[in-house]
């Protein structure tokens, strides 16, 4: 297969899951290489995400790394057939990478989990929300390139609109939910939509109150992306130095036991659906 100029942060994930299996089966490079009938630089690439495999192939080199976790070989193998060029692709070029990124990841998620501390969950925005913070963080955007974030961001709720849903759980904290984005109807409207999306069956949604005793936060936002097994959960968060991708699997555990005591101290569903109803009265 040709290579790729750029990798997107899926195909990496793949090239990573394969390395690791190599280097777990104690063998070098050039012995995939010769496996493969290439050298050891198209290796490099394959690992880097950078060129692709056929799923023959990939399962060819499996059984060569002596991996007998078959649902993480077929898991890898749906990676490899999967070419399709999602919606996000019509923003190559347009728009950062790691928009583009987070939605094919998000596409691809069989659950999602989030944790919110001074915004509202992009998942629930209204278009109105979500125009007033992109223009506030960035308010030199000419209108056409905020219309093409706006979009975008519209287009990523698909995940919990569309028929077959993924599930969906959210913790949000009562800041992002008071904070004044835009004026106070768009404030009250944002509230409104995330009541109405917290009544669906697979969509929940608590809240971390001010007054809770003894809660230190969770250091700052996570989003926590489900794959077919968790091996392949994702981790994404925004740093310093732009968004980070996060799958070690050390890490992985680490952010599923923060996501659940997180949850464990916000108010149950029906209790924050209350808390939110109040604040929107306030408005």
């Keep these: 297969m040709p290579r790729r100029q750029q990798a997107t942060a899926r195909q990496q994930r793949l090239g990573a899951e394969l390395r690791k299996l190599r280097e777990a089966a104690g063998l070098k490079g050039r012995d995939a290489a010769a496996l493969l009938g290439t050298d050891s630089a198209q290796v490099s690439q394959i690992e880097a995400g950078l060129a692709g495999l056929s799923e023959e192939r990939l399962r060819r080199i499996a059984a060569h790394y002596a991996c007998v976790d078959q649902e993480l070989i077929d898991a890898l193998a749906a990676m490899t057939s999967d070419r399709s060029r999602g919606w996000w692709e019509e923003y190559r070029g347009q728009l950062p990478t790691p928009y583009l990124d987070l939605a094919e990841l998000e596409h691809?998620?069989?659950?999602?989990?989030?944790?919110?501390?001074?915004?509202?969950?992009?998942?629930?925005?209204?278009?109105?929300?979500?125009?007033?913070?992109?223009?506030?963080?960035?308010?030199?955007?000419?209108?056409?390139?905020?219309?093409r974030r706006v979009e975008h961001r519209m287009r990523?709720?698909?995940?919990?609109?569309?028929?077959?849903?993924?599930?969906?759980?959210?913790?949000?904290?009562?800041?992002?939910?008071?904070?004044?984005?835009?004026?106070?109807?768009?404030?009250?409207?944002?509230?409104?939509?995330?009541?109405?999306?917290?009544?669906?069956?697979?969509?929940?949604?608590?809240?971390?109150?001010?007054?809770?005793?003894?809660?230190?936060?969770?250091?700052?936002?996570?989003?926590?992306?489900g794959g077919p097994l968790p091996r392949l959960d994702t981790v994404v968060r925004d740093g310093p130095h732009g968004t980070v991708f996060v799958d070690a699997e050390a890490q992985l555990i680490r952010f599923r036991t923060l996501f659940r005591k997180v949850e464990a101290v916000s108010l149950e569903p029906e209790r924050s659906r209350d808390f939110i109803r109040r604040l929107a009265k306030e408005l």
């Design 156 to 225: 990523r709720r698909a995940i919990i609109e569309r028929p077959d849903p993924i599930t969906y759980e959210t913790v949000i904290h009562e800041a992002a939910l008071r904070i004044k984005v835009g004026t106070s109807a768009a404030s009250r409207a944002q509230l409104d939509r995330i009541l109405e999306l917290s009544q669906a069956e697979h969509i929940s949604v608590r809240v971390i109150p001010f007054d809770l005793e003894g809660f230190a936060g969770a250091g700052s936002a996570m989003v926590y992306a």
């Design 108 to 147: 691809h998620s069989s659950y999602r989990w989030d944790v919110e501390f001074l915004h509202i969950p992009g998942l629930l925005q209204t278009e109105g929300y979500a125009r007033a913070l992109f223009s506030y963080v960035n308010p030199e955007f000419p209108e056409e390139e905020l219309d």
